[in-house]
């Protein structure tokens, strides 16, 4: 416990309930949440820009067709699509280190 | 910032969070609200009728649906979705307060001493927390009431506050209150010679439903005590945002340290079906003790399985087995008068009331309630949906 230990619990301690006799579907169920719900972030986060952009007469349509990123842009759009991934496929990660007794908590995904 | 919490305890959540947290409050209502009545649909077309073949009767209570609906496809992906979902409401807002951990510490040592209000806090570090506290995430919340993540935190009280401010997806009203809300006038314009001196609230968490009282009785002095040090540290340094004195105690309401006969209304709210049953008798038996005579002692809670019919007390069970809140069937399984008498209440002094609520229905309705309280519960009472009342018992001593 210290000050700089800011960190709050991410997962559920003891067993999750599970509910399809099929292998695999609870952490489907699992992972198509998360998807909804970062598509999700997308959506309102667009609707967000877009709106702000045109009310401020910064952006043309053509211009926003034919943007292209830089190098670096692209390194940090890649890396921040890794913590996407991450977060998304969480619950399988989650079960990884859940077995392992080294862990009394899986590490929670990045977030931004 | 999440919808319903903007007192000086606010954490700052960015664009993304928001929506993160936005889309949680859609999805529960989406699975409470919609899927809830998909089940029902399905219930009603094939799990009833088909048990009625088997059986050539109906199901007895929610024991046996919930033994037969368990292996429908429909009741699977709702419960697995809102079990992910309560996971993520949770989830949606810990970015948010990790980040100002420090700087809530800040602001709730300067409310603390803030003039708007003059209201106390007592945090016992000796206190044992009990093991339905320490041993379980209850209702799926990480590190539960009582997780310390460093000295003086009270970051588990602000994920409660911000947690449920998505979760109840706006049915506990824009202070998250109304319960307290609710009931208080109902008391009040039911008992207009009532006047409570002194409030004790129990198992108040960060005091949702506590300061409410202090609008109907302004010249009471409130008191709340729960075991776990950060929402009190947290429920502390929101009533003094909200100029509201109270009174806050770091005990366990089975045996509390306040004196004999010393309250007029001991209140509770959400908080037995937290309690194994032991702690319930106990907690009852406290409440006796702690009141005057002529004192009122009253919880608000779910509805008793008896008054329930069997889909029902099915539908309120899920949390149960799913939830883990393991001792919410027992509480629902007991007798509330039975549980007053057995602690010592006189039976005619017994009361129970089920109270329209006030951000739905208004304060007109509540005030027609007093007088047309016919005892009926039904599939609106205790449950987020249009129409919701709140259910609550108790007994005069
Ligand atoms: C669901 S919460 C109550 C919500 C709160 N009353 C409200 O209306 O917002 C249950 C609370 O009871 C507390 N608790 C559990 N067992 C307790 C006990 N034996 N004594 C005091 N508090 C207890 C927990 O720490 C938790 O804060």
């Known amino acids: 416990m210290s000050e700089n230990d800011n960190k709050l619990r991410y997962s559920v301690r003891g067993k999750k309930s599970r509910f399809f006799e099929s292998d695999g579907v609870d952490e489907l169920v699992s992972i198509c949440m998360s998807i909804a719900q970062e598509l999700w972030v997308v959506k309102e986060e667009l609707a967000l820009l877009k709106n702000l952009t045109l009310e401020k007469g910064l952006l043309t349509k053509k211009e926003l067709e034919n943007f292209k990123f830089t190098v670096k842009q692209k390194t940090e759009l890649d890396n921040e699509n890794k913590d996407f991934i991450d977060r998304v496929f969480f619950t399988l990660r989650e079960s990884v280190e859940s077995v392992d007794s080294n862990h009394d908590e899986p590490n929670p995904p990045p977030i931004p | ?397």
């Open chain 2, 1 to 397: 910032m999440t919808r319903y919490v903007q007192h000086g305890l606010k954490v700052k959540s960015k664009p993304d969070e928001i929506a993160r947290q936005n889309f949680m409050l859609n999805m529960r209502s989406y699975v409470m609200l919609d899927m809830a009545m998909g089940m029902k649909k399905i219930y009603d077309n094939n799990i009833e009728p088909n048990f009625k073949k088997l059986n050539k009767r109906k199901p007895k209570n929610g024991d046996e649906i919930h033994k037969t609906i368990k292996k429908d496809t429909y009741f699977k992906f709702y419960s697995s979705i809102r079990c992910n979902a309560q996971e993520m409401v949770f989830r949606s807002v810990i970015p948010p307060i990790e980040r100002s951990m420090i700087d809530l510490k800040k602001k709730a040592k300067k409310l603390s001493t803030s003039k708007k209000a003059n209201g106390s806090l007592k945090i016992d570090k000796k206190l044992t927390i009990p093991k339905s506290v320490s041993a379980l995430d209850v209702h799926l919340m990480p590190g539960c009431y009582h997780s310390e993540h460093s000295e003086n935190d009270l970051t588990q009280g602000a994920l409660y506050d911000n947690g449920v401010s998505v979760f109840s997806m706006g049915f506990f009203g824009e202070k998250l209150d109304d319960i307290g809300s609710s009931i208080s006038l109902f008391i009040k314009k039911k008992y207009p010679k009532f006047k409570p001196v002194r409030i004790l609230d129990l198992g108040c968490t960060v005091g949702h439903n506590t300061l409410p009282w202090n609008k109907v009785y302004p010249k009471a002095e409130i008191h709340a005590v729960d075991v776990g040090a950060p929402v009190l540290r947290y429920g502390h340094a929101r009533a003094q945002s909200e100029g509201i004195s109270v009174h806050f105690h770091q005990q366990n309401a089975e045996k509390t340290n306040f004196e004999n006969n010393s309250f007029d209304l001991v209140f509770s709210s959400m908080f037995l079906h937290e309690v194994p049953k032991k702690g319930i008798k106990q907690i009852i038996r406290e409440a006796k003790r702690l009141l005057k005579p002529g004192g009122l002692m009253l919880h608000m809670e779910l509805p008793p399985n008896k008054m329930l019919d069997a889909y029902n007390s099915f539908y309120l069970d899920w949390d149960s087995y799913y939830n883990k809140e393991p001792y919410y069937k027992t509480f629902r399984d007991m007798i509330p008068e039975k549980v007053c008498s057995e602690a010592g209440f006189s039976k005619n002094k017994f009361v129970q009331f089920i109270i329209p609520s006030i951000g739905q229905f208004g304060e007109e309705e509540i005030i027609k309630s007093v007088n047309s309280q016919n005892g009926n519960v039904d599939d609106r009472t205790g449950r987020f949906t249009k129409g919701i009342h709140w259910y609550c018992f108790g007994s005069w001593k």
